[in-house]
């Protein structure tokens, strides 16, 4: 049988083509059976209230940053999306005098113009708001020296590098609503992939690159940074690849409920849980990581029931 068409955007491949079965089986979870995906290299973890929630997020940081030393330099890869925990990870820095002399710190992606990755300088700029939201604020003689910020670029020569010289102890990042992670979005269907997606193996060997943004990943970013501004977001953008993803000793995926909704964080979760993997749901491909966590705020988990409005 083949794979019926999307019903978002019937030139890609999304996560409306699976199987119905699964689709229905993700919709009827409820946080008990969240938590009880969790399996050797997957593990589900809820967090009651939001302060708790943005706090252990903040944490990831302070603990892979500790590990650093002059000859084991360490680092982590960094999302926008959420933003919650960058302040958190500032005033943390501060409080306990953590010098980051020998941490590194890598963007995941960043938005890309007339094919260059978008100046600092622009309103929705991921480098900018790293920046703003947490370096700015360490205080100078703890913050990493500059060199040890790595934020990738349409030429991806040096980000990619960067990840071979220094270890990599924790890729953190969200859920997009077409359950990618950073903008590992799934492909058109077009030319090789008219019938089927990527198989996850020719996903994984993907490296940073620019990338050609799923409608719905306009929209989702429209909503949430430029209050549904669709013609300001750009179509296309630099994004950190699996093969750097792999390179990262954990991937921790932080679910607050307000960037993909209930039906998302359960289908993702159920797929990495269960071992299937399929590139119309990038997320998916991470069944395939040794070491993945998910954790979630339990008000935002809610239920997959109709509700009109």
Aim: aromatic letters at 8%; charged letters at 20%; hydrophobic letters at 40%.
């Amino acid at each position: 049988m083949p794979r019926p068409l999307s019903t978002i955007a019937p030139q890609w491949w999304d996560y409306t083509t699976l199987d119905a079965e699964l689709l229905a089986d993700a919709a009827k979870l409820t946080a008990r059976d969240l938590e009880q995906l969790s399996r050797p290299g997957f593990e589900v973890v809820l967090y009651d209230t939001l302060e708790e929630f943005f706090l252990a997020e903040a944490l990831e940081y302070i603990t892979a940053w500790r590990q650093a030393t002059p000859d084991n330099p360490v680092g982590l890869c960094g999302p926008i999306g959420p933003t919650e925990q960058l302040p958190l990870v500032a005033q943390l820095v501060n409080a306990l005098g953590l010098k980051l002399h020998d941490a590194h710190f890598w963007g995941m992606d960043e938005w890309a113009i007339d094919g260059r990755e978008a100046p600092p300088d622009h309103p929705l700029s991921f480098e900018r708001a790293d920046r703003e939201l947490c370096f700015d604020r360490i205080e100078r003689d703890l913050v990493m020296p500059d060199a040890n910020l790595h934020f990738p670029a349409a030429d991806a020569t040096v980000y990619e590098a960067s990840w071979s010289a220094v270890r990599c102890a924790l890729m953190q990042g969200g859920q997009g609503e077409v359950k990618h992670w950073a903008f590992n979005d799934p492909p058109r269907r077009e030319g090789a992939y008219v019938d089927a997606p990527p198989t996850p193996a020719e996903y994984r060997a993907l490296g940073t690159r620019v990338v050609e943004l799923h409608p719905l990943t306009l929209i989702q970013n429209a909503r949430t940074s430029g209050a549904g501004n669709i013609p300001l977001v750009p179509r296309n953008a630099v994004t950190v690849g699996p093969q750097q993803t792999w390179m990262a000793e954990q991937v921790s995926i932080w679910h607050p409920g307000h960037h993909d909704n209930p039906f998302g964080i359960r289908l993702s979760a159920l797929m990495i849980s269960k071992g299937v993997a399929d590139a119309s749901l990038p997320m998916s491909l991470l069944a395939d990581h040794p070491n993945v966590k998910f954790s979630y705020w339990r008000g935002g988990i809610k239920s997959c029931d109709t509700e009109m409005h």
